[in-house]
C-alpha cells in the first residue's frame, strides 16, 4: 500500500504513471487566409478575409498596419478605421511620380457608428489590376457578409434613426478610377498628401516617402486646401471627365475656381466669388445642396455617399472666400 500511494503522489512526474508530459504536441498550422494569396475568390464572410484576429472586435491580424490619413473625408459622420497589408517582404515604391503598390496590397476601411460596424469596404491589387468589395455587417456586429456582382445602391438605417447608403460597386470605381487616370494610383488615403508622419516612418516604404506639403496664403486658405484634399480631390483633379473638369489641388485651387466660370450647361455661376460665399457655386454646392429641403441647380458634392450635410465645411469655406 505505501508503494501504491507513492506512485500515486509522484504520477505527474515523468517518468511514473503510465503519461509523459515532457513533450508537447506541435501546434496546428495556421488556416490559410484570402490574404495570403488575392487572386482566389473573395470569400463571403469577412471572417474568413484573414484581416481580424476576431471579427467581432475588428481587432487587426499579425501583418496589417493601422492607420490614419491627415486630411479625413466626411461620410455622414461615421469613424472609420483603416488598415493596410503588404505580402511579407514587399514594399510601398514610394519614388515619383506615382507611388506603386505591390500585387497583393490590401486596404480595408471600416465604418463604425457609434461603436455598431455598418460596413467594411476592400481595394486590392490583383496580377490584372485594382479591383474593390463591400462586406455589409450584420445586425449583432458579430460578422459582415459580402455584396457580390454590381450590387446597387444598399441602405442602411443607422441607430440614430438617419440614413447611410453604401454606394454600389460601380460608385467605387467612379471615385478610384477618376483619381487612377490622373494621378496614376487608385489610393486615395495613402499618398504624398495624406499620408502622416507615422506611416511614412514605418517599414512599409521601401525609402522615406517625400509628403507634399499643404499651404495657402494665408490661415483660412489652408485649412480649406486640407479639406479639399481630404473631400474634393477624389474626383476634382484635372482630368477630362467631366466629374474631374477642374483640380482642387493646392497648386491650382485658386486659378480654377476664384472669378471662374462652371462649366455646367444647366447650373451656370463661378465657382467662387471673393468675399461672397452664398454666390459662389463651390460653397453652394457643398453647404446648401446636400440639404434635405434644398431645390436649386447645383449638384450636392461631394456627390456620392453622403446623406447629410458635413457640419465642418460651412466654416471653412465661408472663412476662405470671405478672406480672398
Request: with cysteine.
Amino acid at each position: 500500500m505505501r508503494l501504491i500511494s507513492l506512485c500515486v503522489i509522484v504520477s505527474l512526474v515523468p517518468g511514473c504513471g503510465d503519461a509523459d508530459t515532457s513533450t508537447t504536441s506541435a501546434p496546428p498550422p495556421p488556416e490559410p487566409r484570402w490574404f495570403d494569396d488575392v487572386e482566389q475568390p473573395l470569400p463571403l464572410l469577412l471572417s474568413e478575409v484573414g484581416a481580424f484576429t476576431d471579427v467581432a472586435l475588428r481587432a487587426p491580424a499579425l501583418g496589417l498596419t493601422p492607420y490614419e490619413p491627415r486630411f479625413p473625408l466626411f461620410s455622414n459622420g461615421l469613424e472609420k478605421e483603416r488598415l493596410v497589408y503588404l505580402p511579407p517582404g514587399a514594399q510601398i515604391d514610394p519614388s515619383p511620380p506615382v507611388w506603386s503598390f505591390p500585387v497583393g496590397t490590401v486596404l480595408l476601411k471600416s465604418f463604425v457608428f457609434e461603436g455598431a460596424p455598418i460596413e467594411t469596404r476592400l481595394l486590392f491589387r490583383r496580377d490584372a489590376g485594382w479591383e474593390y468589395a463591400v462586406y455589409r455587417w450584420r445586425e449583432d456586429g458579430l460578422e459582415a457578409e459580402l455584396l457580390e456582382g454590381n450590387w446597387p445602391f444598399e441602405p442602411v438605417v443607422l441607430p440614430d434613426l438617419t440614413d447611410h447608403v453604401i454606394p454600389a460597386r460601380l460608385d467605387c470605381r467612379t471615385c478610384h478610377e477618376t483619381s487612377e487616370e490622373t494621378v496614376g494610383t487608385p489610393v486615395l488615403g495613402v499618398g504624398p498628401f495624406q499620408t502622416n508622419e507615422a506611416l511614412a516612418a514605418s517599414e512599409l516604404f521601401a525609402s522615406p516617402p517625400a509628403l507634399d506639403p499643404v499651404a495657402g496664403r494665408f490661415a483660412a486658405e489652408t485649412a480649406a486646401f486640407e479639406y479639399f484634399i481630404g473631400n474634393c480631390v477624389t474626383c476634382h483633379t484635372g482630368g477630362d471627365a467631366t466629374n474631374s473638369a477642374f483640380s482642387l489641388f493646392p497648386k491650382d485651387a485658386v486659378a480654377e475656381t476664384v472669378g471662374v466660370e462652371t462649366e455646367a450647361e444647366t447650373a451656370e455661376g463661378i465657382r467662387v466669388v471673393a468675399g461672397e460665399p452664398e454666390e459662389s457655386v463651390l460653397f453652394i454646392g457643398v453647404v446648401h445642396a446636400p440639404e434635405p429641403d434644398y431645390d436649386g441647380p447645383f449638384k450636392a458634392m461631394p456627390p456620392l455617399g453622403l446623406t447629410r450635410v458635413d457640419p465642418a465645411a460651412e466654416p471653412v469655406l465661408r472663412a476662405w472666400i470671405n478672406g480672398l
